[in-house]
């Protein structure tokens, strides 16, 4: 049985997000980036805000496993750090059926306690699949920028 989990921990307007820390290849500071990959800012996939509202936001950046070889690169862009911690089996917590069906955000798969703060923990594995749609908007504005 497992005893705890280890995962990517950053905060995104004071809020704890989470996620398995074998699905995340790397982080960096977004003074430093491939400009060949495109930054997808992690509030895009929570809310309608626009594009300049989000790159203010975004400081650092993490690149997610098991990208798709024939999408473009990408990176998710946070809002600050991100930490790797190790949870506790009994402090995570996967979301009740009922909660499960009508989330609003498909890749929250479960919630945690940590240092007696809510994390909600991301499935970058679903996260992947959501960010399809939104990175054919950003291909184009690079494109038009060569």
């Known amino acids: 049985m497992i005893k705890q989990l280890t995962v990517v ?3 995104h307007q004071n809020q704890w997000f989470a996620f398995e820390a074998s699905l ?6 977004c003074s430093f980036y491939d400009p060949k990959a495109l ?3 992690f509030n895009q996939f ?3 805000s626009t594009a300049k509202d989000k790159a203010q936001q975004t400081t650092h950046w993490l ?3 098991a990208q798709s070889t024939d999408a473009k690169p990408w990176l998710l862009g946070i809002a600050s750090e991100a930490e790797l911690i190790e949870l506790p089996a009994e402090q995570i917590h996967t979301l009740p059926p009922h909660l499960l069906a009508r989330r609003t955000f498909p890749a929250l798969q479960a919630v945690a306690w940590y240092q007696q703060r809510l994390v909600s ?3 970058a594995r679903v996260l992947l699949k959501l960010a399809h749609p ?3 908007p950003l291909a184009l ?6």
């Open 24 to 29: 995340v290849k790397g982080q960096g500071s």
């Open 39 to 41: 930054l997808l800012p």
């Open 121 to 123: 923990i991301i499935d």
């Open 9 to 11: 921990l950053f905060c």
């Open 63 to 65: 690149r997610l496993a």
């Open 46 to 48: 929570l809310n309608q």
């Open 141 to 146: 504005d690079a494109g038009q920028v060569d």
């Open 134 to 136: 939104l990175l054919a």
